[in-house]
């Protein structure tokens, strides 16, 4: 998905679920890490982070772009935009918004999937990728290498 696609998704939505234009940019942005998203009160663009394509479905993205269209058009009527006020709350569950923008996957998460140990000594030998236990042997102490 463009930064193009992404614009015309949250236009979409807005019209759809909030009845209102959205008349700003949405954008990825790669420099956001701990969120999915993020509504810019300064300029009113809402940013969102191209994890949120890679490490979750459609349905996740469309929850946090309605959770920032959710700041957005509080925001710019006035009224309670922030997380804690009741309006805010009211307008999210209205339209099925994502409570929290989902944290990305760290990555270690996937850095290791094969978890090989000696058979012998028991050193450890994590794998990101499966391998053919026949070819190697234990560095330390030459035994086989076995997965744990
Ligand atoms: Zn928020
Ligand atoms: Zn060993």
């Keep these: 998905m463009t930064d193009i696609e992404l614009q015309a998704l949250v236009q979409?939505?807005?019209?759809?679920d909030f009845h209102q234009p959205f008349l700003h940019r949405a954008y990825f942005n790669a420099r956001l890490r701990s969120t999915g998203g993020r509504y810019q009160l300064q300029n009113h663009n809402i940013d969102i982070n191209p994890k949120?394509?890679?490490?979750?479905?459609?349905?996740?993205l469309i929850g946090v772009i309605k959770h920032e269209l959710c700041h957005y058009h509080l925001h710019l009527a006035g009224r309670g935009?922030?997380?804690?006020?009741?309006?805010?709350?009211?307008?999210?569950?209205?339209?099925?918004?994502?409570?929290?923008?989902?944290?990305?996957?760290?990555?270690?998460?996937?850095?290791?999937?094969?978890?090989?140990?000696?058979?012998?000594?028991?050193?450890?030998?994590?794998?990101?990728?499966?391998?053919?236990?026949?070819?190697?042997?234990?560095?330390?102490?030459?035994?086989?290498?076995?997965?744990?």
Excluded: W
């Design 12 to 16: 979409q939505i807005s019209q759809r």
């Design 81 to 148: 935009y922030q997380h804690r006020d009741a309006e805010f709350k009211q307008l999210l569950a209205a339209v099925g918004g994502s409570r929290y923008a989902p944290a990305p996957k760290k990555r270690t998460v996937q850095a290791v999937r094969y978890h090989y140990v000696c058979a012998n000594c028991g050193q450890a030998y994590p794998r990101k990728r499966r391998m053919d236990t026949r070819r190697y042997r234990c560095s330390r102490c030459g035994g086989p290498i076995k997965l744990a």
């Design 52 to 60: 949120m394509l890679t490490d979750f479905d459609e349905a996740t």
